[in-house]
């Protein structure tokens, strides 16, 4: 656990650094926020701080403060790489092995910098030179407050860093609904809106905007969406073809799993996406309750998560994947008809 080398970590930031930042590939809201929220920390101490995706994300993540220092891998891999041998700190965050990150794996793997892994996923890889992981936590940005709270600097927390660490509690929590939000959650979410963070705006500019298409596409999605009562699950397809006639940009179908987890009597949802660039079909998987979808993926869609969020993927086509999913269904009937 990392508080009991926080000592070690405050002496190796006491002096500037050379520091690179990464998140996940396809980095969400707690991705971006959480490594925005921690280069604003950093830029105070004059840390040489360079936040690196492994590709693109959302256009409505791009209002962050700060976004536009960030660099994407798969669009400047050769400067990505000499930052990245060049630094002499890594943080990863909001995930918890190097796979996570795609074309990054091997360069993350090969680095002889120091590197901290701050993230809330399951079964952390043994990579890190100081490692907090806690699956407890609502999100990777919650985290990040208490690094700061740990390091006795939560006095340096400014509206931009309140703001990002806002976007990815906010994110993660499907705005401060799932059961992962505790009270000492919203004791930090009113310390953030204190520092500066404006609650309105970051929700309006992640959910309150979107394209026709965008609009378009759910309706689609939810036409195609299909109900098995007797095992309290519902899930959703959207195809490559259905993806292209509604101009599908990245972010789009963000969510759209949980208008499926929300119908009545429905404890378990997935959603499968066909991505015929990638080769595969994306899945996504929520739940209610005691049900993990967590193991499911692991078990059955190469994949993980929480208990309660989870994604997977698949090789086969998008109709295989779904047979495959219904076949499996009946296996957790029982866990699936809990009183």
Known sequence: MIKDNISAIKQLLSTPKNIVIVPHKNPDGDA???TLGLYHYLKKYSHN???????DYPDFLKWVPGEDTIIKYDATTEDSNKAIDNADIIFTLDFNAFHRTGQMESVLENSKAIKILIDHHQEPDDYATYCYSDVSMSSTCEMIYHFIDMLEDTDKIDAHIATCLYLGIMTDTGSFRFSSTTSTTHRIVANLID??????DVHNNVYDTNSYNRLQLLGCALTNLKVLPE???AYIT???N???KFDYKKGDTE???NYALSLDNIIFAAIFIEDKQEGIIKISLRSKGAFSVNEFSRAHFNGGGHNNAAGGRSETSLNTTVEKFLSILPQYKDALNYE
Do not use: H, M, W, Y
Request: proline share 4%; charged share 20%.
């Open 49 to 55: 701080a360079q936040v690196i995706t492994p590709n």
């Open 32 to 34: 971006i926020g959480s």
């Open 231 to 233: 095992l309290r699950t």
């Open 242 to 244: 259905e993806l292209r």
């Open 255 to 257: 969510g759209i799993v």
């Open 195 to 200: 520092k500066g963070a404006k609650n309105a």
């Open 238 to 240: 959207l195809s490559q």
